[in-house]
């Protein structure tokens, strides 16, 4: 990830994150000092993106911490005090799995604290936060080595929505499989679907790639299809919001025709993402969540109405992608291939055997 830009950092007490809604045409920042202030963030798409909410949700938690923990009293005494805002975090948005993750782990770390100074506790969930965002620099890392191995030595890679160092705490899941291709040496250029109705591709991914002085071509959702079928795409790679047991993937919105068009014409689908994303209580995608969104962003156009008064609208945000369309899924730990149940499962027996 070049120093020119971040997606996220910790410093002097605050959270900071780059404003994705700004994104491209200006690059400004905002600090959220307090708990409250990352629910919004989240919820107003400030930051996006599964790893990134799970990351900044953890900090949100430290934030509460730090906000409650002046007040005497034990750690036990401090997580009765976050509660509405714990609360809040894990529900600023439901498909994205990595929140109730991450705040899952704070939460399991206030626990062990239980019997110590509400001040020690709160430290504790600072450190917490700052590991959670480690280690998923490191995972979107070991996502990019392994995922360098799917690339070809000249590639095409068609992508969906941005998950990429924006959509992470830095480097990305799908753009990290990019970032490892260029990193081995291949010749990558990307094919970025604009993603209606929200734009991340457009605005996001075709901004953060051209920071890295990736090559990146736009086109509209409705024109990867044709795209496919002309031989013009080697493989496509995708992020994730959830994957199911079984592997069932949802990521946003458009994922799954681009999966239903690239397997009538022969070309691979991967999904990346860090085990974090996995949600193993889930049998299978029927069972996951999905955002439905405000109407404003089918109606309008920067502001401006397209569509007739009246007119009803559906916005979800998400769809679910059957693992059977799936080749397989780039993780921390490696590729995982179909049978999708049988590598999952042996992905977190492998994992629950290491720790
Ligand atoms: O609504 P968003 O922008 O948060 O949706 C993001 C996606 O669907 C990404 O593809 C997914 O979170 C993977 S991010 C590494």
């Known amino acids: 990830?070049?120093?020119?830009?971040?997606?996220?950092?910790?410093?002097?007490?605050?959270?900071?994150?780059?404003?994705?809604?700004?994104?491209?045409?200006?690059?400004?920042?905002?600090?959220?000092?307090?708990?409250?202030?990352v629910v919004e963030?989240?919820?107003?798409?400030?930051?996006?993106?599964?790893?990134?909410?799970?990351?900044?949700?953890?900090?949100?938690?430290?934030?509460?911490?730090?906000?409650?923990?002046?007040?005497?009293?034990?750690?036990?005494?401090?997580?009765?005090?976050?509660?509405?805002?714990?609360?809040?975090?894990?529900?600023?948005?439901?498909?994205?799995?990595?929140?109730a993750w991450a705040v899952d782990r704070c939460e399991r770390t206030l626990a062990a604290e239980a019997a110590s100074p509400a001040s020690l506790a709160a430290a504790a969930l600072v450190r917490e936060a700052v590991a959670i965002h480690d280690e998923d620099v490191?995972?979107?890392?070991?996502?990019?080595?392994?995922?360098?191995?799917?690339?070809?030595?000249?590639?095409?890679?068609?992508?969906?929505?941005?998950?990429?160092?924006?959509?992470?705490?830095?480097?990305?899941?799908?753009?990290?499989?990019?970032?490892?291709?260029?990193?081995?040496?291949?010749?990558?250029?990307?094919?970025?679907?604009?993603?209606?109705?929200?734009?991340?591709?457009?605005?996001?991914?075709?901004?953060?790639?051209q920071k890295d002085g990736i090559p990146v071509t736009l086109i509209a959702d409705v024109a990867a299809a044709s795209l496919l079928r002309r031989g013009d795409v080697d493989l496509v790679v995708v992020g994730a919001d959830r994957i199911a047991a079984n592997g069932d993937t949802a990521n946003k919105i458009g994922t799954y025709p681009l999966a239903l068009a690239a397997r009538e014409h022969g070309v691979p689908f991967y999904v990346a993402a860090p085990l974090s994303t996995v949600d193993m209580t889930l049998a299978n995608g029927s069972m996951i969540p999905i955002e439905e969104r405000g109407a404003d962003e089918i109606l309008q156009l920067f502001g401006t109405r397209v569509a007739p008064e009246g007119v009803g609208v559906r916005n979800p945000a998400f769809d679910v992608t059957p693992a059977a369309m799936i080749a397989g899924i780039v993780t921390e730990v490696g590729i995982l291939r179909p049978p999708l149940e049988v590598s999952l499962r042996d992905a977190f027996r492998g994992v629950a055997s290491r720790s």
């Open 1 to 37: 990830m070049p120093a020119s830009w971040f997606t996220l950092r910790w410093e002097g007490g605050a959270l900071h994150l780059l404003d994705q809604r700004r994104l491209p045409l200006v690059e400004t920042e905002v600090a959220c000092r307090t708990a409250r202030q």
């Open 41 to 99: 963030a989240i919820q107003e798409m400030v930051v996006r993106g599964a790893p990134a909410i799970g990351v900044s949700a953890a900090y949100g938690v430290a934030l509460s911490a730090l906000a409650h923990a002046p007040l005497s009293g034990s750690g036990e005494d401090l997580a009765r005090r976050m509660s509405d805002d714990v609360r809040a975090l894990r529900l600023a948005r439901p498909t994205a799995v990595n929140l």
């Open 138 to 209: 490191a995972a979107c890392r070991a996502i990019g080595r392994h995922g360098a191995g799917i690339v070809p030595q000249r590639a095409t890679i068609l992508t969906h929505c941005n998950a990429g160092g924006l959509a992470t705490a830095g480097y990305g899941t799908a753009l990290g499989v990019v970032r490892g291709a260029v990193e081995a040496g291949r010749e990558v250029n990307v094919i970025a679907d604009e993603t209606r109705p929200f734009l991340q591709g457009a605005r996001l991914t075709a901004w953060e790639l």
